[in-house]
């Protein structure tokens, strides 16, 4: 096992998903640290995993804007802040030790926290991956389960797996970047928006990208972690050979509380119950928000998770600086402090 690193804040949050970025920046605007861990490789959890190019339109003052450009300007707006990732592993264990709580992640990394925020939507969760022999040793350098700068597959050839939303999205998104789309599916009907689909056939049409269809994975080829080839076949046993660089597999997500279950918390149907005006559970110290919190008429809404950012912000102030008076400003008054 790896020595364990060691951190200390004033808030850990679980989720760097727009509500658990956004809680990043309530807690910096009254200058409290964060630490935000995350089980995905990089930030913008179900948002840039599921619809990254889909449009949102219930943002206040944004008429439309796509969920990975809203990832985007959330990270440029609490980049001032500072606030430290720590991707690819999961809160495993939640204890409190004197003044702090205590979070050890998958990846034996402790954070010590005087208070934490779970903004983890629908709980921990990570890619449905297909049942290809050593494709760990390819996951993170050619085999990718999301997409977080598309620069990284410019001239490349892009093997796209699966039938949904991310699959036809990003096969739309890429077409211009990579130098050959192939689209993987093991029939000609796809999942995803009726009209997104258009868009990919059109593509296919103009010759930008192939429809491998009806296919599905069997293999890949590479050596020392890169993609050289996959692997697909039919049913009826027609195998071909693609050669490829990267292989993006998008066969949804598998969702679950997973620990959190585990840390003593009122838990009902999914969701953590909290006080709907601080947004605390029933443990001191500890606050969830976004779709993974519960109250009465909860509406799961983006818009309502950044209210109970805000909300759990300035209650979690209180327990990182006990006696300590908090002076309410706007922040066209404050600005953006310095931490």
């Not at 008429?63 to 440029?76: G, S």
């Not at 050289?228 to 066969?251: C, M, N, P, Y």
Request: glycine share 8%.
């Amino acid at each position: 096992m790896t020595a364990q690193e060691t951190h200390t804040t004033d808030v850990a949050i679980i989720g760097a998903g727009p509500v658990g970025l956004f809680s990043v920046f309530e807690c910096g605007m009254l200058k409290m640290s964060t630490h935000v861990i995350d089980i995905l490789p990089a930030i913008g959890g179900q948002c840039v995993a599921l619809y990254p190019e889909k449009p949102i339109y219930d943002i206040p003052a944004v008429p439309k804007i796509t969920a990975a450009q809203l990832i985007d300007q959330l990270e440029k707006q609490v980049a001032s802040f500072k606030p430290v990732y720590h991707f690819n592993q999961q809160v495993v264990e939640l204890e409190k030790v004197d003044d702090y709580w205590q979070l050890k992640t998958s990846s034996n990394t402790l954070i010590k926290a005087r208070a934490v925020i779970i903004a983890a939507g629908a709980g921990a969760f990570g890619p449905n991956k297909p049942p290809i022999a050593d494709i760990e040793q390819y996951e993170g350098k050619s085999v990718h389960y999301l997409v977080h700068q598309q620069e990284l597959f410019r001239d490349q050839r892009i093997v796209i797996a699966g039938g949904g939303d991310s699959a036809v999205d990003w096969a739309i998104a890429l077409a211009d970047i990579a130098s050959e789309i192939y689209v993987v599916h093991r029939r000609d009907r796809f999942r995803a928006a009726p009209d997104t689909v258009e868009q990919m056939k059109a593509l296919a049409n103009a010759g930008k990208i192939e429809l491998v269809i009806p296919y599905q994975l069997a293999g890949i080829e590479g050596d020392s972690g890169q993609l050289t080839a996959v692997d697909v076949k039919t049913l009826d046993g027609d195998q071909r050979r693609i050669e490829a660089d990267h292989l993006l597999s998008f066969f949804g997500l598998v969702n679950k509380l997973g620990p959190i279950n585990d840390w003593g918390l009122d838990v009902h149907n999914g969701l953590i119950n909290v006080e709907p005006t601080t947004a605390a559970t029933d443990v001191e110290g500890i606050f969830a928000v976004g779709d993974i919190a519960g109250y009465p008429h909860k509406l799961k809404l983006i818009l309502s998770g950044f209210a109970e950012s805000a909300q759990a912000a300035h209650a979690a102030f209180k327990v990182v600086n006990p006696g300590e008076a908090l002076h309410f400003e706007h922040s066209t008054t404050s600005g953006l402090p310095g931490l």
